[in-house]
């Protein structure tokens, strides 16, 4: 069982949309971190979100850690073309458990 | 800063031999990690360390062992390769574990068993 789902698992879409990628769980997060991948590389942080209902923002993306810090959210408004990749949401569960736990991801193709 | 660097970034083994990925970083970074990523599985932590002399099992620890002799270095080894770990593998560290750490990830080394 995936303690984190990340939906959707693939998303094409035209330059100028916007989308929306889900990362769920049952579980409680003391934080959340999301990073985008790019192919041959390996991943970038791009957000950690901590409190619940927190919302931060970077440029065109929108993050935002659900109330009960069980799931959080990507946002992208007017995507385009440099967006692609692969994005990846990780949790922390806390305390003394020193393990990230990795999303399967959601491949993002942003077409010119 | 050359951050997390890792080595070899391409392998091929057959089955059965023994192979050390290296990873280094040069940040003095506490917390380090080794996950592997499988098309459709994400990445899975394999085994982690947070700091000189204390490793611990991840997700995904049977066929690897690692140790943690200094700060820089946390070298990955596959005593006896398998097709199933067949893989990318990378090396990630932190300057401590925490909420508002960052991962610094390395390039991956791609690793293909035959």
Known sequence: TQLLEQSPQFLSIQEGENLTVYCNSSSVFSSLQWYRQEPGEGPVLLVTVVTGGEVKKLKRLTFQFGDARKDSSLHITAAQPGDTGLYLCAGDQGGSNYKLTFGKGTLLTVNP | ?114
């Open chain 2, 1 to 114: 800063n050359a951050g997390v660097t890792q080595t070899p970034k391409f392998q091929v083994l057959k089955t059965g031999q023994s192979m050390t990925l290296q990873c280094a970083q040069d940040m003095n970074h506490e917390y380090m990690s080794w996950y592997r990523q499988d098309p459709g599985m994400g990445l899975r932590l394999i085994h982690y360390s947070v700091g000189a002399g204390i490793t611990d099992q991840g997700e995904v620890p049977n066929g690897y062992n690692v140790s943690r002799s200094t700060t820089e270095d946390f070298p990955l080894r596959l005593l006896s390769a398998a097709p199933s770990q067949t893989s990318v593998y990378f090396c990630a560290s932190s300057y401590s574990w925490g909420s508002n750490q960052p991962q610094h990830f390395g390039d991956g080394t791609r690793l293909s068993i035959l």
